[in-house]
């Protein structure tokens, strides 16, 4: 199997690498491309790949290129994980929303629809150049934002591209690790889980018939063996009845995660922005590649959410034992290939499809468009990403999903129509924004950022 990655240079690249070459991955791919616009990164990244220590199993012969045509004929998977603007766009994602006194983070509120307004042209374009010169290849997605790019890539591929994140299965398998019965890999038993990516709620733990979770949810100390238990507190999730993906912080706790954020010495995006911008140039001919990019790997780990904790509280071992969300891209590579059928909490459509490649009348969340792309428990195949029935949302839940959703949809709206008025109406509508004056502020202040954002308007984008 032909492999492609674009954003081949990318930090946590490795990590897929590494998890080729041994376990239960290794052997699926004769062939590693690592495509990439920057050829630094791509040689900073091949150098810490040569170092890695030998893993005792097969290895994927690595091939790097900058050239798209090249990178993808042949491709049998692609996987994407780009970052146009790079590292300083999200500095930028992030201090706009912040000057006005908003929250300012990567994926959540005004940072992750600037962050849409980038990514989402330059994923359309690897997407027609699949549909050009690897037309059968599948698109394993993790460019954020994951679920408003998948959507957005939808028309064009179909339901050949699937958009993963590592956040909700890592909710569920610390959520089981806590009530003392753990998932085996790649199964879901029991499990009820909706949302949208990086705004979803396990709200059943079930993986012998009986729900776990209220349970759970009552137990103090377990709840404090877990991330999430540790971050919304017991008292929140009583109320809730369920558990949060960690990312809900922002808008249950915004008021006092914009502040944590005000008042660290830089942003997320900053701290990330310098650390590579010392280490890319130095792992390319450091002698021990490997080991310096590990511990800047580890590095940054431990900064993850730190935001969220304000007490000095450091993350468990389990935590920073490296990555996720590479194993739940080569679960569903493994799965569509003919390894066997796995469940994985995934971003795919609304509806199932039916036999005849049709969607159904079914959807997945009940409350949300059909079309709607989704993250839930889905059954993966050789055919594709079956999203599995749940259980339809309560009014709080629903509501904030529907109300996101609008959100997503006006903003792929921007960019495949050029309405630089429906932009303006995404920022305006968002929960954490509210306000068409700061939706306008917003826009101003992100072009003024990013210059060819102006390139996506049409001629009437200025009656806004």
């Known amino acids: 199997m032909r492999l492609m990655i674009a954003g081949g240079g990318g930090f946590r690249v490795p990590l897929v690498y590494r998890a080729l070459c041994a376990g239960p991955f290794a052997g699926l791919v004769d062939e590693l491309v690592l495509y990439d616009v920057d050829a630094a990164r791509l040689a900073a990244i091949e150098a810490v790949i040569g170092d890695m220590p030998p893993a005792g199993g097969s290895t994927p012969v690595v091939v790097v290129s900058t050239d798209l045509r090249e990178a993808l004929t042949g491709a049998d ?4 994980a780009i970052r146009p603007g790079g590292t300083a766009g999200r500095i930028a994602d992030e201090r706009v929303a912040l000057d006005l006194g908003l929250l300012g983070q990567e994926t959540t509120g005004a940072g992750g629809i600037s962050y849409a307004l980038r990514s989402i042209p330059r994923m359309l374009e690897l997407a027609r150049a699949m549909r050009r010169h690897c037309p059968e290849a599948w698109l394993i997605n993790f460019t954020n934002p994951a679920g408003m790019v998948t959507e957005a890539l939808e028309p064009v591929l179909g339901r050949k591209v699937i958009g993963i994140c590592d956040s909700a299965g890592g909710l569920v398998q610390r959520a089981a690790r806590a009530v003392g019965a753990p998932l085996t890999e790649g199964t879901l038993d029991g499990v009820g889980y909706f949302g949208l990516n990086h705004l979803g709620w396990l709200y059943r733990l079930a993986p012998g018939g009986q729900d776990l979770l209220p349970g759970l949810l009552s137990d103090h100390a377990a709840l404090e063996s877990m991330e999430e238990g540790r971050l919304f507190g017991q008292h929140t999730l009583l109320q809730l009845g369920c558990l949060p993906n960690e990312y809900l912080y922002y808008y249950y706790q915004t008021a006092q995660a914009t502040d944590a954020i005000r008042r660290q010495q830089e942003t997320r995006g900053a701290s990330i922005h310098h650390q590579q911008s010392a280490l890319y140039p130095a792992l390319a001919k450091a002698p021990h590649a490997f080991e310096l990019w590990d511990s800047a790997r580890r590095s940054r780990e431990e900064g993850y959410l730190a935001e969220a904790r304000t007490h000095g509280e450091q993350r ?28 994985l909490i995934l971003n795919v459509p609304n509806s199932p499809v039916s036999a005849v490649g049709l969607a159904t009348a079914d959807v997945a969340v009940p409350g949300l468009p059909a079309d709607a792309v989704v993250e839930v428990p889905c059954e993966v195949t050789p055919d594709g990403a079956l999203p599995l029935t749940q ?67 049409g001629p009437t984008a200025s009656d806004t």
Do not use: N
């Not at 998977?77 to 994407?80: D, L, P, Q, S, Y």
């Not at 590479?326 to 390894?339: C, H, K, P, Q, T």
């Open 316 to 343: 468990d071992e389990s935590d920073l034992a490296g990555g996720g969300y590479e194993r739940v891209a080569l679960s569903v590579m493994r799965a569509l290939s003919g390894g066997g059928s796995a469940q």
């Open 391 to 457: 259980a339809r949302p309560g009014g709080q839940f629903l509501t904030l999903m529907q109300h996101v959703k609008e959100v997503e949809r006006l903003t792929i709206r921007a960019v495949v129509h050029g309405e630089r008025s429906a932009a303006v109406g995404a920022f305006a509508a968002h929960p954490l924004i509210g306000s068409a004056e700061l939706g306008e502020q917003l826009l101003t202040g992100y072009e003024a950022a990013f210059p060819d954002l102006g390139q996506l308007w």
């Open 77 to 80: 998977m692609v996987f994407a």
